[in-house]
């Protein structure tokens, strides 16, 4: 099992920044890629951005790529999510994520076998 809980989201105005990090607790999170989605209201999950268990393959969505990176600190158990430029349609609540299947970069959601509670993130205008 792995544990994970996120952190960072908050209102930011349209063009700021704001960095999410998920902390993992459990089994070895350096065996674990890791991803990144959002849900916004009325809408469906979807994939933002993914980094494989050694940190050297990372994926992003069209929407996001160039201005959000993904990383990982193996040691202190946690992936970021630099958010950068961010526009009022990143308004979402950001969710991370981890595999115990695969190792590198992935996406699709049915991939990921842990899953945290969340944090909303809102970008005003």
């Known amino acids: 099992q792995v544990q994970l809980v996120e952190s960072g989201g908050g209102l930011v105005q349209v063009g700021g920044s704001l960095r999410l990090s998920c902390a993992a607790s459990?089994?070895?999170?350096?065996?674990?890629?890791m991803g990144w989605f959002r849900q916004a209201p009325g809408k469906e999950r979807a994939s933002v951005a993914a980094?494989?268990?050694?940190?050297?393959?990372?994926y992003y969505s069209d929407s996001v790529n160039g201005r959000f990176t993904i990383s990982r600190d193996n040691a202190k158990n946690t992936v970021y999510l630099q958010m950068n430029d961010l526009k009022p349609e990143d308004t979402a609540v950001y969710y991370c994520?981890?595999?115990?299947?695969?190792?590198?970069?992935?996406?699709?959601?049915?991939?990921?076998?842990?899953w945290g509670q969340g944090t909303q993130v809102t970008v005003s205008s």
């Open positions: 994520a981890a595999s115990s299947r695969y190792g590198r970069a992935t996406s699709p959601q049915r991939n990921y076998d842990y």
């Open positions: 459990g089994r070895a999170f350096s065996d674990h890629s």
């Open positions: 980094i494989s268990a050694n940190g050297g393959n990372t």
